[in-house]
């Protein structure tokens, strides 16, 4: 016994010694992880991923347990260290992108970098765009606190952006579901289906007035929008984002909590972060006994259901650079091309590339209006983060069989709404400003950086489906101006320029 627990130290002190090598030890004799280690994985499980400061910088990390304690371990922390085993339904392998090097992580997409770039192709997009790009917005980004995102972004197959990966591990959930769970999905996607075309129709009379900023067409007595009424409406589009997401975890968490042994062991063997470990599978659902809606709203639960099982936390809390300020054309000018087209992976590095060169197209002047954003911003960003950390706790609780604040969860969600809505006021309005001060050469050059025509697909979108355009609400209160009744509602203009 006393050699087995000597050879066992010994084995512990020479992998810990290398795995922690890159932290900055607290003595020079010391060996194992720092006292950060411990910190950052104090109220953790093993096999939680975590964020992990080190003296390069944060990385990700798993926590393992020591001889001292639960600690974080870098997840690559040199070369090419094979991936370490996790708990089951741990992700298996940190953050890494696949253009190497740079990690996926929360810290990463409230970068400045990574922030500048995303507004930057938001405003590249914008102003190259019209009032139909701009509606076009994916299902997954409504009420998306089930790790879905974070996810797509480190698959080690590097697939998360094709557009099969979804379909795939949604088939895969269904086909693991028995036939009373995936009728919980449908009866939750039925009673869904008008508060989810709601959300997407609320976002029109906002995409509206940018649009109306952006040319100039304001009504009489306001000289712009104005931020109370933007932040106003995006709190109350956000506690419905927040009571939709709050309906989700109540279904889900109660069909995880159904799942047999049998149904767990299955899903072990698909590994989050891992689509290569996916078989493929046949539909499992007849999608011509449902609307396209609600076929869409079932997927969506499906693909999230395995995310939340198979995740954490900190996968819930994750959210891509692109999530905040999604009325500008972005999503439409990225993956409403990619639309119908199977196996068809989108280029990670379309944001950061286009954005980085919308900012050389700029001036000095106007680059800095667009730079002057991030610290514009940073306070918001900083307080979503904590906003989405608490409404993803609170799931967590439904997922684990505990009572869950629905009234705090729309509270959160309303706050949620109010950082979004000052955020995207403020990109409205430097887009604007931006635009009206472009010359002739410099709309010719960013409507080259455009790989697509703005109307290809021709919007409007009810999310990722076309539509016919709806009658939109009186926009005048979005620009400080009381609401006529009799005045018709507001009707998008040609493409703004």
């Not at 910190?39 to 990700?60: N, S």
Request: aromatic share 8%; net charge neutral; glycine share 10%.
């Amino acid at each position: 016994m006393t050699t087995q627990v000597l050879l066992l130290t010994l084995m512990i002190s020479v992998w810990t010694g290398s795995t922690w090598a890159q932290d900055r030890p607290e003595r020079p004799d010391r060996q194992g992880p720092p006292p950060q280690a411990y910190d950052d994985c104090r109220g953790k499980q093993a096999g939680d991923v975590v964020q992990h400061t080190t003296r390069e910088g944060v990385v990700a990390a798993t926590c393992v347990e020591t001889p001292q304690g639960l600690a974080a371990r870098p997840d690559r922390p040199r070369g090419d260290r094979p991936e370490a085993p996790s708990r089951e339904g741990g992700p298996e392998r940190g953050p890494e992108s696949r253009a190497g090097g740079m990690q996926y992580s929360l810290d990463q997409a409230i970068s400045d970098k990574a922030q500048l770039h995303t507004i930057a192709f938001n405003g590249l997009a914008f102003l190259t765009g019209d009032f139909g790009a701009d509606t076009f917005l994916p299902p997954g980004k409504v009420s998306d606190y089930f790790g879905f995102q974070y996810m797509r972004d480190i698959d080690a197959n590097q697939a998360g952006h094709n557009t099969s990966f979804l379909t795939r591990i949604a088939h895969n959930m269904l086909a693991t579901l028995s036939e009373g769970q995936k009728a919980q999905l449908l009866r939750l996607a039925k009673a869904q289906e008008p508060s989810i075309r709601r959300f997407a129709e609320m976002r029109l009379p906002l995409i509206k007035a940018f649009r109306q900023n952006l040319a100039g067409d304001l009504p009489g007595g306001s000289v712009g929008l104005n931020k109370p009424a933007v932040i106003q409406y995006s709190a109350e589009l956000y506690a419905l984002d927040g009571l939709l997401a709050f309906q989700r975890a109540e279904m889900m968490g109660g069909a995880i909590r159904s799942l047999s042994d049998q149904q767990k062991a299955a899903l072990g063997r698909l590994k989050f972060g891992d689509s290569r470990t996916w078989p493929d599978v046949p539909e499992p659902l007849d999608r011509r006994s449902m609307s396209h809606e609600v076929n869409v709203a079932v997927m969506t639960y499906a693909s999230e259901m395995f995310s939340w099982y198979a995740g954490s936390l900190q996968a819930d809390t994750y959210f891509c650079p692109e999530r905040h300020g999604m009325y500008f054309g972005g999503f439409g000018m990225k993956t409403a091309p990619a639309m119908g087209k199977r196996d068809y992976s989108i280029s990670t590095r379309m944001t950061g590339d286009s954005g980085e060169a919308f900012l050389e197209a700029l001036t000095d002047g106007q680059r800095k209006r667009i730079e002057d954003l991030i610290e514009l911003q940073r306070q918001d960003l900083a307080e979503i983060v904590r906003t989405r950390r608490a409404i993803a706790g609170e799931f967590r609780r439904l997922r684990e069989g505990e009572t869950a604040n629905r009234d705090k969860v729309v509270s959160l969600s309303r706050r949620y709404g109010e950082l979004d809505g000052e955020m995207s006021y403020l990109y409205a309005t430097a887009f604007a400003e931006v635009g009206r001060t472009l010359t002739a050469e410099q709309r010719a050059q960013l409507a080259r950086l455009r790989a697509t025509d703005p109307s290809d697909p021709k919007g409007p979108f009810l999310y990722s489906e076309p539509i016919r355009l709806p009658e939109i609400e009186n926009t005048d209160h979005f620009f400080g101006v009381p609401m006529d009744p009799k005045k018709p509602a507001a009707q998008p203009g040609a493409r703004g320029k």
